[in-house]
Nanobody
C-alpha cells in the first residue's frame, strides 16, 4: 500500500514559478516509478511528467517540455519545478505512483496504481 501527499501548489502570475512536491509513504519497501498528472475543469486527466525510481529516466508532455523539470530527492520524495507558468497550466496537479514498472518513466495515466489527493495550481494572466 502506498499513500501519496502533494504540497506546494498555489497562485502565481503568468511567467512565475512553483515547485510542488510529493511524498510517498510505503508500508513495505518498494521501488516506485512516480509522475505528475493534471486535470483542468471539464477536461480529462493529462500526463505532465514522469520519473523512474532512481531518477535515471524522465519523460515530459509536449506542453511542459523545456519549462518543467521533474526530480527526486530520494525513493519517497519527488518534485516538479515549474517555470514560465501560463494560464493554461492552471489545474489540480496529482502525484501518482506505479509499483509494477519502477525502472520506467511511465506516461500512461491509466498505468498508475496510486494517487495523491492533488494540489491546486492557479496561474493568473
Amino acid at each position: 500500500q502506498v499513500e501519496l501527499v502533494e504540497s506546494g501548489g498555489g497562485l502565481v502570475q503568468a511567467g512565475g514559478s512553483l515547485r510542488p512536491s510529493c511524498t510517498a509513504s510505503l508500508l513495505t519497501s518498494r521501488n516506485l516509478a512516480m509522475g505528475w498528472v493534471r486535470q483542468s475543469p471539464g477536461k480529462v486527466r493529462e500526463f505532465v511528467a514522469a520519473i523512474s525510481w532512481n531518477g535515471g529516466s524522465t519523460l515530459y508532455s509536449g506542453p511542459v517540455k523545456d519549462r518543467f523539470a521533474i526530480s527526486r530527492a530520494n525513493a519517497s520524495t519527488m518534485f516538479l519545478r515549474m517555470n514560465s507558468l501560463r494560464p493554461e497550466d492552471t489545474a489540480v496537479y496529482y502525484c501518482a505512483a506505479d509499483i509494477h514498472r519502477p525502472w520506467m518513466a511511465v506516461a500512461g495515466v491509466e498505468d498508475y496504481d496510486y494517487w495523491g489527493p492533488g494540489t491546486q495550481v492557479t496561474v493568473s494572466s
